[in-house]
């Protein structure tokens, strides 16, 4: 057995992984997603960020192909929320190896009744100057949707 510092010269720094149950999910008046064909954007995602930084990713959902209806505003604006079950990951683009895989228990996105889903993200638990892809996990009518929509961002230091 071998162990490295913090200064190795792998790509496999030592981390020590804590993990805890953040979600709270209260959808209030928003309806749910009822549909595998939805569309799913990221919110707060500037793209860069620093390794002391806390970010909030918010998750619009709307179906991709909504029911045609006569109305004054559009049925795109129209968000809805995940299921109480939904989960996401964070992959490192380098390795391609999940940092963070989808848990049951403790990467549960979490929903608030008026801004909809999110999940929280401390940066500095991932290696900084590497690119990362989020994806997201539902189920929804029994089959598991997964969205890979190229979600990215960089973890910088500063």
């Known amino acids: 057995m071998q162990f490295y510092s913090v200064d190795t010269n792998t790509i496999y720094p030592p981390c020590l992984e804590i993990k805890w149950n953040d979600q ?13 064909n939805f569309y799913a954007s990221l919110d707060n995602n500037p793209g860069v960020f620093y390794t002391d930084s806390v970010n909030r990713f918010g998750i619009n959902v709307r179906e991709e ?3 045609r209806t006569f109305q004054t505003t559009s049925v795109y ?24 895989d989808f848990d049951s228990k403790f990467t549960k996105i979490s ?48």
């Open 24 to 36: 709270i999910y209260d959808s209030g008046s928003l309806s749910p997603i009822t549909t595998s």
């Open 65 to 67: 192909f909504p029911t």
């Open 77 to 100: 604006t129209n968000n809805k929320v995940l299921n109480s079950n939904s989960l996401y990951a964070i992959k490192d683009l380098d390795t391609n190896e999940f940092i963070v």
């Open 111 to 158: 929903c608030d009744p008026i801004k909809g889903n999110y999940f929280d993200v401390y940066m500095n638990g991932l290696e900084p100057e590497r690119y990362y892809k989020i994806l997201i996990q539902t189920t929804i009518s029994g089959s598991t949707v997964i969205k890979d929509d190229n979600y990215y961002f960089k973890v910088v230091n500063g």
